[in-house]
């Protein structure tokens, strides 16, 4: 620990004196388009350093959850490195918004662009509050939806045909996410701008929808500056329109900060560690620890996303609780708080109610992968998307579709455990799952129904197949 501690103390002396070498921020805009790409671009490379901050307290964590004390002069050691960071962290989050401010100012999209979003026989009103709404002059009706939020979810009936509720709700939510171009807004992005509008340190108080209109406005309107064919005024509008079914369904107008933030966290591009990583500094305090209602208010506006879509059932409900106590035992007994690295330590075990989010990125990270094998119900080959390998009978693969579908043959039943592959596989893997298929041939399905229980419990419950199972390899840091 006194080695990783040192080792990141001298990255942060580095990064401070770059910080000091900048000199006031240049007047002249030319200069500063240059000055925004080079402090984005020191940005970036921070998130090495926030990583190597994170382990050093993670570490210590470990040795307390074992009751090792750490030694007084690392405890101070730590200290400092901490408040030193969030000190750095701040000013150059000050600088960068200084910078960006001065090159580019965005101005939010207009009720007159935001109302092209729809066209005849279509108008977009808004209500007293600012919530819009839509009215078909054609058929004199009116509807809090977007005419193509409406066939958006038209479409995704077509998806009910996924047996497995974390399936099917994670093939959903990659539809929505591709409507609302989220799929191209990377997790820096949009805290980014969340910062540069004031949104931190702000969860508990209330957003209201012509601020949300300003944040979604520069969000897009920078995602549109790589991506030309991004349609602001409809994504922003559609974007805004999903954020108030999903916490807001009563049209009040407005929504918490966090909820706010949370749902567009769930749903951009990003690391799915960074993800976890990220919304466990919005909600912790200064010391870098959460209580139980902080992660309750947290997994409560997750399980909204799902909740949405109609598919909350299969993960939980809408009660947290049983949720928030799981995750505390990983901190032991009787502890009010928990720290990072007890969080993590729970959602990588994919649990039940936030499953979806797990598995939306694999459908994502895997969406354009070929494995070079044959599926041996329909007989697509190659495999494009997830693969299933039966860890029961030899040589059998299975493709997305059929998976999903839960389809069987004369030899492959739907109980047989199963390996999901996301990536390409080496040859290594080939044989390691031979070897298991060969040891599982000789196992009584009891035996390995309970093995299969014992070892992928959180998987397997979201399956609603009792006695089927599903492997999957740990696929955390692919970006979707
Ligand atoms: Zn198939
Ligand atoms: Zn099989």
Redesign the pocket.
């Known amino acids: 620990m006194q080695k990783t501690l040192e080792e990141v103390e001298g990255r942060l002396d580095a990064a401070e004196n770059t910080v000091s070498s900048w000199g006031p921020v240049p007047q002249d805009p030319n200069l500063a388009d240059q000055h925004v790409h080079n402090v984005t671009k020191f940005r970036e490379g921070l998130s090495d350093l926030q990583r190597g901050v994170d382990d050093v307290n993670d570490q210590a964590a470990r040795f307390s959850a074992h009751n090792i004390p750490l030694a007084a002069d690392n405890s101070t050691r730590l200290h400092r490195l901490n408040s030193r960071w969030k000190n750095f962290e701040g000013a150059v989050n000050d600088r960068w918004r200084q910078v960006a401010g001065r090159s580019r100012e965005v101005t939010p999209l207009t009720a007159a662009q935001l109302g092209s979003s729809v066209s005849s026989p279509w108008e977009r009103a808004i209500a007293t509050n600012k919530v819009p709404y839509y009215i078909n002059h054609a058929q004199e009706t009116t509807y809090w939806d977007h005419p193509e939020m409406m066939s958006l979810f038209d479409a995704l009936a077509d998806l009910n045909h996924i047996k497995f509720s974390a399936y099917r709700t994670a093939a959903k939510l990659r539809a929505l996410q591709k409507k609302l171009a989220l799929d191209q807004a990377n997790l820096q992005l949009v805290t980014d701008v969340f910062d540069e509008h004031g949104l931190r340190g702000q969860n508990d108080r209330l957003i209201e929808v012509s601020d949300m209109v300003v944040v979604l406005s520069t969000l897009y309107s920078r995602i549109a500056s790589d991506q030309p064919e991004i349609n602001t005024n409809l994504t922003t509008d559609l974007c805004l329109n999903w954020l108030l079914n999903v916490y807001d369904s009563q049209r009040t107008g407005q929504m918490r900060v966090l909820s706010f933030r949370v749902g567009l966290v769930c749903l951009c591009k990003g690391h799915l560690e960074e993800k976890y990583r990220y919304v466990f500094r919005l909600i912790a305090d200064p010391n870098r620890l959460v209580d139980q209602r902080k992660l309750g208010l947290l997994l409560h506006d997750c399980v909204q996303v799902p909740r949405q879509l109609g598919e909350v059932a299969a993960f939980g409900g809408s009660n947290i609780e049983p949720s928030v106590r799981s995750c505390f035992t990983k901190a032991g007994k009787d502890r009010d708080t928990i720290e990072a690295v007890h969080f993590l330590s729970w959602v990588q075990q994919e649990p039940q109610s936030l499953v979806w989010l797990a598995v939306l990125h694999r459908v994502a990270a895997s969406e354009q992968i070929q494995h070079q094998v044959k599926c041996n119900i329909c007989k697509t080959c190659p495999i494009v998307g997830l693969r299933y390998r ?4 030899i040589g ?1 693969d299975m493709c997305q579709q059929c998976f999903f579908e839960g389809r ?2 004369k ?3 739907i109980t ?1 455990p ?1 390996h999901e592959y996301c990536s390409a596989t080496t040859a290594g893997d080939e044989v390691k799952d031979f070897t298991k298929a060969l040891k599982n041939k000789f196992k009584s399905k009891r035996a390995l129904q309970k093995h299969a229980k014992k070892g992928y419990l959180p998987v397997q419950t979201v399956l609603e197949v009792s006695s089927s199972s599903v492997v999957s390899p740990q696929c955390k840091s692919v970006l979707i």
């Not at 039966?390 to 009978?393: P, S, Y």
């Open positions: 039966c860890l029961k009978c059998f069987s043959s030899s492959h039943k047989h199963m």
